[in-house]
C-alpha cells in the first residue's frame, strides 16, 4: 500500500494535541551519570588529590600477560588514576571502600582551570602510553579497550582546541544541577565517608566561587548566558538558602542510615551537618544568587552555538562525542528528517486503521502501578528474553522536591567497581505524575532491560579495566535503554499496533527535538526558522513553545542527541546484525558484551564483513 509522504504527514495533525502532551516528559533524563569525570567538562578536572596506591588497581582483572600487554595495562591503569586522581569525588563514586589511598590538600570537589592545559598533559600522556603498545600483539579484548581510549582522546584533545563553551548554567547538563546530583547521592557507608562528606560541603563555598569565575571566564570570550538559563538556576534560590527541608542535609539524614552507627553518633555528626550548612553552605548560595541576579539584569534572549566564534566547529564535535557517529550534524538533521517523516507516515496509517487511537494512547494504563512491583516484573520478563545476569539489588526512591529538575524523569547511579549489588534509581515524581505508563517505561529504561541490566551484564561478562567505565559513549548507552523501553511495552500487554504507535508518538518527539537542536546550534534558528520546521510536521505552534525549544536547545546544546540518534543507530545496527545471529538473545549478548562503544566502533566489530 503507497503512502505520498505529504499527504500522510498533514493527516496526522490530528495526533499534534497528543505529541505535545508528551512532549515534555521526554525532553531530558540523565538517566546514568558519572560525577565529574568526563574529560570535556574541562573545569572539573586535574586537581590531583589523591594519589592512590597501586593496591586498588588489583580490581582490575589479571592475567598472564606479554611485554606489549603489560605495556597496554600500564597505559589504562594510568588513564584511569589521572582521572580518579582530579578529586575525591571520582574515588568515591567509583570505589565504595578505597581504603588505600592517600589524600593531598586540594579541594575535594576539585578545581576549575583557565585553560585546558592540565587536561591535554593528561590526555597526551594516556596518546604516548597507547603510542608505546604495538596493537597487533594485544588481545581481543585489548584490541577493543585500545580502539575505546584512542577514540576517547582524540575527541577530548579536540576540545582543548575550541573556546570553553561548556553550559555551565544549563537547566538539564549544568553545574549546578550536577553539583546537587553530586552531593545528595553521596553515599555514607562508615564514619570516615560523613567526615568526608563534612569536607566535601565545607567546600562548596569555593566551588561556588569558582564557577563565578567560569561564567566571568566565559563572559570574557563572549558566551555570555543567557536571561532564561539566569531564570531557571535562580528557580531553587529559596530551596538552596534555607536549612528546613535542605535537600543535602535531608539526603545526609537517609543516606547515614547505612553506616550502622549508633542514634548518639548519627545526631553528633546531624547537628555538625547542620552547622556546615548554616554558616558556611547557605551563606555562599546566597551570594552566589545574588551575583547570578545581577548579573541576569544584563543577559538576552538564548542563542545557539552558531552565533560563536567556532561554536559551529565546537558543535561538530559535541555532536560526534554525544552520538557516538562520525556523522556530520547536516548529516544526522537529513538522517533524523527521514525518521521524522517515515515514523509520522506510520502513525498515520496506524490510525486508518484504528479511528480510535488517540483515545487508546491516552487511556493506556501498565499492569503494575508501583515502581517496585514495575521493575519486579521487567525483570522477570527479561530474564525470559534477555541473556542471563543472576540475582541482582537496587535501591528505588523518589527525588526531594529540590532536586526535581524540569524534563528529567529519573535517573540511574551505577554501581561502583568494589560493590556490584549498589545499584540507584531516582525518579522524578514532578514529570513521571500520575501516568502508569510513563512509569513502566521509565522503570524499564533505567533498570531492567534498561540501564541497570546493561551495566551488570557487561560488568559480569566483558569488564576488564577500570577506565572502561569513565569513556564509553551516550549514544549507544541510551540507545539501548530507548530500544528496551519499546520491548517493554509488549511486556505490559499491548498489541504490537498499539505498543509501536506508542512508542513512535515518543521517540518523533525526540527527533524533531534533536533536529531543533542542530537548527538552533549549527545554522542559527530563530523563532522563524523553527515555526517553520515545526509547522511541517505538526502544524502551527505558538511563538512561545516554539521560544521554549530554542531556550532548551541553546542552553544546553546537544542534549537530545544521544537519545534519538542513539536510538535509531541501535535499531539500524540490530538490523544489520540480525542474520548473522541465531537468536536475539545471541544478539543481544554480543552487543552488551561491547559495553558503551561509540557506534563507529561497534559497527566495526558487530557487522559482518565489517572489520578494524
Known amino acids: 500500500y503507497h503512502y505520498d509522504a505529504d499527504c500522510a504527514i498533514k493527516s496526522t495533525l490530528c495526533i499534534i494535541a497528543y505529541f505535545s ?7 531530558y533524563d540523565e538517566r546514568r551519570f558519572y560525577v565529574f569525570l568526563k574529560l570535556h567538562a574541562k573545569r572539573f578536572l586535574l586537581s590531583t588529590a589523591l594519589i592512590p ?40 563514586y567509583s570505589f565504595s571502600f578505597p581504603e588505600d589511598y592517600k589524600p593531598s590538600d586540594n579541594p575535594p570537589l576539585g578545581s576549575f582551570s583557565e585553560t585546558f592545559t592540565e587536561t591535554a598533559e593528561i590526555l597526551n600522556r594516556a596518546k604516548e602510553n597507547l603510542s608505546a603498545v604495538e596493537y597487533n600483539s ?24 575550541l573556546p570553553d563553551y561548556t553550559s555551565t548554567l544549563g537547566p538539564m547538563s549544568g553545574i549546578l544541577s550536577t553539583l546537587n546530583t553530586t552531593i545528595t547521592e553521596y553515599y555514607l557507608l562508615s564514619e570516615q565517608d560523613i567526615i568526608n562528606y563534612l569536607d566535601v560541603l565545607k567546600d562548596i563555598p569555593r566551588f561556588l566561587n569558582d564557577v563565578v569565575k567560569e561564567i566571568e571566564h566565559q563572559e570574557s570570550i563572549g558566551y555570555v548566558p543567557s536571561l532564561y538559563a539566569f531564570e531557571q538556576a535562580l528557580e531553587n534560590k529559596d530551596a538552596m538558602t534555607t536549612l528546613e527541608n535542605h535537600p543535602y542535609l535531608e539526603a545526609f539524614e537517609s543516606n547515614v542510615s547505612e ?3 549508633s542514634d548518639d553518633v548519627v545526631n553528633n555528626y546531624t547537628k555538625q551537618v547542620e552547622t556546615v550548612l548554616t554558616d558556611e553552605v547557605l551563606p555562599a548560595f546566597s551570594s552566589f544568587y545574588e551575583t547570578l541576579e545581577n548579573k541576569k539584569a544584563s543577559a538576552g534572549e538564548s542563542k545557539g552555538l552558531a552565533f560563536y566564534d567556532q561554536g559551529k566547529e565546537y558543535y561538530e564535535l559535541l555532536v560526534r562525542d554525544n552520538t557516538g557517529t562520525d556523522m556530520t550534524p547536516l548529516e544526522l538533521k537529513d538522517y533524523l528528517t527521514d525518521k ?33 512491583a514495575i521493575l519486579q516484573t521487567l525483570n522477570q520478563k527479561a530474564a525470559e528474553c534477555m541473556p542471563d545476569i543472576g540475582d541482582t539489588t537496587y535501591t528505588l526512591s523518589y527525588l526531594p522536591e529540590a532536586l526535581q529538575v524540569p524534563n528529567n524523569l529519573a535517573y540511574y547511579l551505577s554501581s561502583p567497581l568494589d560493590n556490584e549489588s549498589r545499584n540507584i534509581i531516582r525518579i522524578n515524581p514532578s514529570e513521571v505524575g500520575d501516568d502508569s505508563m510513563v512509569l ?48 517493554s511495552l509488549e511486556w505490559a500487554g499491548l498489541d504490537e499496533a498499539t505498543a509501536d504507535a506508542y512508542f513512535t508518538n515518543m521517540i518523533l518527539g525526540m527527533a524533531a527535538l534533536s533536529v531543533v537542536d542542530i537548527g538552533v ?19 502551527e505552534l505558538d511563538k512561545n513553545t516554539c521560544q521554549n525549544f530554542i531556550d532548551t536547545c541553546a542552553n544546553d546544546p546537544g542534549v ?11 535499531e539500524d545496527l540490530f538490523e544489520q546484525m540480525a542474520d548473522g545471529y541465531s537468536s536475539d538473545k545471541n544478539m543481544y549478548a554480543a552487543y552488551l558484551k561491547m559495553g558503551s562503544m561509540p557506534f563507529t566502533l561497534l559497527e566495526k566489530y558487530l557487522i559482518p564483513d565489517n572489520s578494524i
Not at 21 to 27: G, Q
Not at 448 to 460: K, R, S
Not at 560 to 570: A, E, M
Open 340 to 372: 521524522l517523516t517515515q515514523g509520522l507516515m506510520n502513525l498515520s496509517q496506524s490510525y486508518s486503521y484504528n479511528p480510535n487511537l488517540l483515545n487508546d494512547l491516552d487511556s493506556l494504563t501498565a499492569p503494575k502501578t508501583d515502581a517496585d
Open 440 to 487: 513502566w517505561t521509565t522503570m524499564a529504561h533505567e533498570g531492567y532491560p534498561g540501564h541497570l541490566y546493561q551495566h551488570q551484564y557487561f560488568m559480569q561478562n566483558s569488564f576488564e579495566y577500570n577506565i572502561e567505565t569513565l569513556i564509553g559513549s551516550l549514544g549507544t548507552s541510551e540507545g539501548w535503554a530507548y530500544y528496551v523501553e519499546k520491548l
Open 259 to 261: 553506616t550502622g552507627l
Open 521 to 539: 546550534n549549527y545554522e542559527g534558528w530563530g523563532i522563524e526558522e523553527t515555526s517553520n520546521f515545526l509547522t511541517t510536521y505538526y502544524g
Open 21 to 27: 502532551l508528551y512532549l515534555k516528559h521526554y525532553f
Open 138 to 161: 594485544l588481545t581481543a579484548k585489548q584490541k577493543q579497550v585500545y580502539q575505546l581510549m584512542k577514540h576517547y582522546i582524540d575527541i577530548n584533545l579536540e576540545y582543548c582546541t
Open 53 to 92: 596506591s597501586l593496591a586498588l588497581t588489583t580490581t582490575v582483572k589479571v592475567h598472564a600477560a606479554s611485554n606489549t600487554e603489560d605495556a597496554f595495562d600500564n597505559a589504562a591503569n594510568t588513564f584511569f588514576w589521572d582521572i580518579m586522581d582530579s578529586s575525591p569525588i571520582n574515588l568515591h
Open 560 to 570: 537530545y542527541l544521544p537519545y534519538s540518534v542513539g536510538y535509531y543507530k541501535t
